[in-house]
């Protein structure tokens, strides 16, 4: 059984990689002209929904990836744009002029999924919603510099703008810093501030986009980001953290 990737950089950059930065492993199903995957950091605080597009793929397979960053490695040393794996019954074989690897996988269910249906919470009561820039995500990352003492970050409302504050409200004396994220909220306004896990923004960062869309529901404190990106779709849900 082969399967065939017609853009390297495409899966590589627009999916494996925004992968490997949410978890170590990962289980690949692979149906005609798409592979999906779902994923949760170990806290589950943060879980992706993250779907690759290609015509080339034509078959009905379960990858189970132990290691996500060890494959999108092997996947970096191909040269050529285009790839055809050859897939056995516990690897992932790759052969061409100048490489060849054979990668094993897991077996079934060795891989824990996230216990989360994607399809019903896109029906869920958003009431909220706004969208980030990719440079506005960059700046936030910069400033982190200042606050390393906190992994939170406080997300708040005034009137039309979004506002995110890293520091953690529960601690004395920790370094903060705070900025303007978005002048494009509507929807329900929140008083008070909401804190997630600042490792979204940093997994967020590493792709590259225009805009991102996030939807909120401001009472249970859960965010879903979702992005598109060449020949790939990207969601990520956020669940607020403890003060």
């Known amino acids: ?10 899966f ?18 692979l149906q005609p ?31 189970n990836i132990p290691d996500i960053k060890k494959f999108c490695r092997i996947i970096s040393c191909i040269e050529e744009s285009a790839l055809s794996f050859s897939i056995e019954s516990n690897n992932i074989g790759y052969t061409s002029p100048s490489v060849r690897f054979k990668y ?6 060795i891989i824990t999924l996230p216990k989360i249906n994607i399809e019903k919470l896109k029906n869920l009561a958003f009431d909220g919603k706004f969208s980030l820039t990719q440079g506005a995500i960059m700046s936030l990352i910069r400033g982190s510099a200042i606050a390393t003492d906190t992994n ?7 009137e039309n703008s979004i506002h995110g504050d890293l520091t953690d409200l529960a601690r004395a004396n920790t ?10 909220y509507t929807g329900q306004q929140f008083s008070k501030p909401i804190p997630l896990n600042f490792e979204i ?29 060449e020949s790939s779709n990207i969601k990520f849900v956020v669940s607020a953290l403890e003060n």
């Open 1 to 10: 059984m082969n399967i065939n990737i017609s853009d390297r950089e495409k």
């Open 12 to 29: 590589l950059n627009n999916f494996l990689i925004p992968v490997s930065k949410v978890s170590e492993s990962a289980v690949l199903k």
């Open 33 to 63: 002209g798409s592979i999906n995957t779902l994923i949760a950091t170990n806290d589950n605080t943060i879980i992706v929904s993250a779907s690759y597009y290609d015509e080339g793929i034509i078959v009905e397979k379960t990858l």
């Open 104 to 109: 094993h996988l897991y077996e079934d269910n």
């Open 152 to 158: 939170k970050l406080y997300l708040s409302c005034k």
């Open 175 to 184: 370094d903060s810093y705070g900025m303007k994220l978005a002048e494009n």
């Open 201 to 229: 923004f940093r997994i967020i960062s590493c792709m590259k986009f225009k805009t991102i869309d996030a939807q909120l529901i401001t009472k249970m404190g859960v965010l879903l980001f979702d992005t598109t990106l």
